[in-house]
């Protein structure tokens, strides 16, 4: 018999509890367990009673939190981890957007989810919002939803097909078809509607709000990327009374106060991906603007064909840079900052309960009695970075890493246990992914292929100094 057998309730035992409830709270619960039985989480407390056949995990030493939510990935794209690690987002465009992007058949969309919903249970990341927008036919979407159910975390498919316009696709009977299949209102897979919305001032993407408004599905755009859209998408979706607290705009990282003002008034929240905006140009990543409105912000990584797909590196990313600006802001002004406004706690509370709240989910992102029972435990005792733990969410921000993800539940049962994942088979994960990679490279030819990994590097100029070169330690030397 498995020892995690589904179903057999879980003691977390003598961990250090980040509860991240109430909200806002900084309460950490030393030396205290987590009971979990069913799908939720039974009780919190110091020694408590657990039946008689329940799995004991020794959390002593680690730091119990909610399992992470990411509300903005291209799963699809995990095929292709690291192939754009130098591109900008105009390079990104011309790649999936305009020249390749086409050339993923159903089984790569299943490839590149299945890699990034393990990917995303290795590193504690419990729930994910597929920003699926290479869905070109319901083959792909049909895809997309078997490879997110094979993987036993919670997954959003947020549904999008960047070939063909918003106000198209969502009309075809095709896809009415395969919301009324495949989003049957169960806990572990969601439905989302994912498209931009590009400024035209004839609001060419109004039928598909009202598809969603039908539907009864949140939408989530990617908003205020420098470029690509700006407040203009954000005023006509207001005046138009599609902006409503279920939606998501992801990155906003270039709109003014006027879209944030709107975006605050009809309580919707924002999606940062730090680490993509600070490469690809959305503009700065918006933390340290945001939050002067008080707006809710959730993280995301956006997609690994760049970035680490854990949200460890969302919150370190994220405190450094919305710290950055700020003393930046300051130099500009003559001033020092003395107090860092953002803390590690709160960027953690991004990492879990915000996205929750961004999802609707107030059963998920915290860790108290009655909650869903989605949970990490970080962990790691032959890393000398695991001691001591002085400050838990300083540690949890700036120190740990997915390498010290030791146990993850989701749905109350453990899916990585002593840095192991359970029943994933990453063999033939790595089969499909491989699968994929030779149709892409083979498909494109190997010169664009190599071509669109190694983009020209603009000209750059050493400047003229003024002053002349002296070895001034030989001359030191000399003089001793
Ligand atoms: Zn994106």
Redesign the pocket.
Known sequence: MNEFEAGRPVVLRGGTVLPMSPRGSRRVLPRTDVLVTGDRIAAVGPELAAPEDAVVIDASGGLVMPGMIDT?R?MWQTALRGYGADWTLTQYFVWFYLEHGKLFRPEDIHAGNTLAAIEALDAGVTTVVD?SHGLRTVDHADAAADALESVPGRYVLAYGNIQQPPAEWTAAPEFRDFVRRRVTGGDMLGFQIAFDVLGDPSFPERPAFEVARELGAAVTT?AGVWGATSDDGIRLMHEHGFMTPETIY?HAASLSADSYHRIAATGGSISV?TE?EQSAGQGYPPTWAVRAHGIPVSLSM??SVWWSGDLFSAMRATLGADRSREHLEAHAKGETVTHCGLRADQVVEWATRGGARALGRDDLGVVEPGAKADLVLVKNEHSPVSFPILNPFGHVAFQAQRGDVHTVIVNGRVVKHEHRLLGVDLAAARARVERTVEHLRSTMGDEAWEKGMNPDIPSAKVLDNPYTYTDYRSDATHRL
Do not use: A, R
Request: proline fraction near 0%; hydrophobic fraction near 20%.
């Open positions: 903005h291209h920003w990617h992801v991906s993509s956006d997609t």
